[in-house]
């Protein structure tokens, strides 16, 4: 595995076999992977992050992601759904995440933000 983000990929993931549950480095393998296309790999990271902290506003946004990468919508939008529930309101970068283009014309995408524009 050589290519951008190799070495912070390896270094990342001796931590996480010797410490599975450091939610830290969980959060940022999943962000790496995603990063260097392994979406099916960062989504994987996105799930253990949710159950190692079902509480976490930025675990489920981060889940919502990778789902709306993977085109899984209605799975993203209720993921999104949650991080808003749990305190999400980052309605500029909802907006404007790479990540989210597959779910930003969805109404159910549009029924979010305008729900969030209403309470922040």
């Known amino acids: 595995m050589r290519g951008k983000n190799s070495f912070e990929i390896n270094f990342f ?3 996480h076999k010797r ?7 969980v959060e940022i393998l999943g962000g790496l992977y995603t990063r260097q296309g ?3 790999e960062g989504l994987k990271m996105d799930r253990k992050l949710v159950r190692l902290v079902p509480h ?3 675990a489920h946004y981060n889940l919502a992601c990778s789902l709306a990468l993977k ?8 993921s999104l ?3 808003i529930e749990l305190g999400y309101d980052d309605v500029d970068w909802l907006l404007n995440d790479p990540d989210l283009d597959s779910i930003r014309n969805s109404a159910g995408f549009k ?3 305008a729900g969030l524009k ?3």
């Not at 410490?19 to 480095?25: D, G, H, M």
Request: hydrophobic share 25%.
């Open 19 to 25: 410490c599975p549950q450091y939610t830290e480095v």
């Open 13 to 15: 993931e001796g931590i």
């Open 81 to 83: 759904n949650r991080a």
């Open 71 to 78: 085109r899984r919508r209605r799975d993203a939008i209720e």
């Open 56 to 58: 976490n506003p930025t």
């Open 118 to 120: 209403q309470i922040t």
């Open 38 to 40: 392994r979406v099916d």
């Open 111 to 113: 029924k979010l933000v």
